[in-house]
């Protein structure tokens, strides 16, 4: 069964770092295209960034600069590092596992989500 | 960027209806597009990719079609549980965008 479990969310001042985590298991991640899905509250779903199995990263215009996506096969991890937070970077985020394999497409599973709050 | 523009923001509807949803593009999107529910406080589950395909495990009350720019999702004999906001989500451009949503309620 796919399991993905999100840490490290939490509350940060404008200007500020946090650094989410995702645990997958259940399937080999290093085949699997890997995604950073968001949503402010009360509002819609935002695609942030993704990552090959290969390492080639993504970023959607609002965060590229700020974030950074990583991933540890081995470990069978996902990382955001997120930087230079702002106000709007607030919400749920969700990781979610590609479709197909080796493949940018729609997200068969997600995680249960990472609650930041950006505030001073 | 592809806005995704789904239509009606929200919907009323008894147990036992029919509800169409739509999704419009503005460039076309080919068959790349998918749909999710999403419940309070939960992650979104898939329904339906490539447009028309059922997610394994989704029921049948649950159909997706078109291709192009205009997609529909139908959910026949509403049941207690389908009561959720719907996304369509379009896979051929990056990057790939969401519809602002579609809110199904009593």
């Known amino acids: 069964e796919v399991q993905l479990l999100e840490s490290g969310g939490g509350s940060a001042q404008p200007g500020g770092s946090l650094r989410l985590s995702c645990a997958a298991s259940?399937?080999?991640?290093?085949?699997?295209?890997m995604t950073w899905v968001r949503q402010a509250p009360g509002k819609g779903l935002e695609w942030v960034s993704d990552i090959s199995g290969s390492g080639r990263a993504d970023y959607a215009a609002s965060v590229k600069g700020r974030f950074i996506i990583s991933r540890d096969n081995s470990q069978n991890m996902l990382f955001l590092e997120m930087n230079n937070l702002r106000a709007d970077d607030a919400g749920t985020y969700f990781c979610?596992?590609?479709?197909?394999?080796?493949?940018?497409?729609?997200?068969?599973?997600w995680g249960q989500g990472a609650l930041v709050t950006v505030s001073s | 960027d592809i806005q995704m523009t789904q239509s009606p923001s929200s919907v009323s509807a008894s147990v036992g209806d029919r509800v169409t949803i739509t999704c419009r593009a503005s460039q076309n999107v080919r068959g790349r597009l998918a749909w999710y529910q999403q419940k309070p406080g939960k992650a979104p589950k898939l329904l339906i990719h490539?447009?028309?395909t059922l997610q394994s495990g989704v029921p049948s009350r649950f159909s997706g079609s078109g291709s192009g720019t205009d997609f529909t999702l139908t959910i026949n004999n509403l049941q207690p549980e389908d009561y959720a906001t719907y996304y369509c989500q379009q896979a051929n451009n990056f990057p790939f965008t969401f519809g602002q949503g579609t809110r199904l309620d009593i």
């Open positions: 259940g399937f080999t991640l290093s085949s699997y295209v």
């Open positions: 979610a596992k590609g479709f197909y394999e080796n493949s940018h497409d729609w997200f068969d599973s």
């Open positions: 490539a447009a028309s």
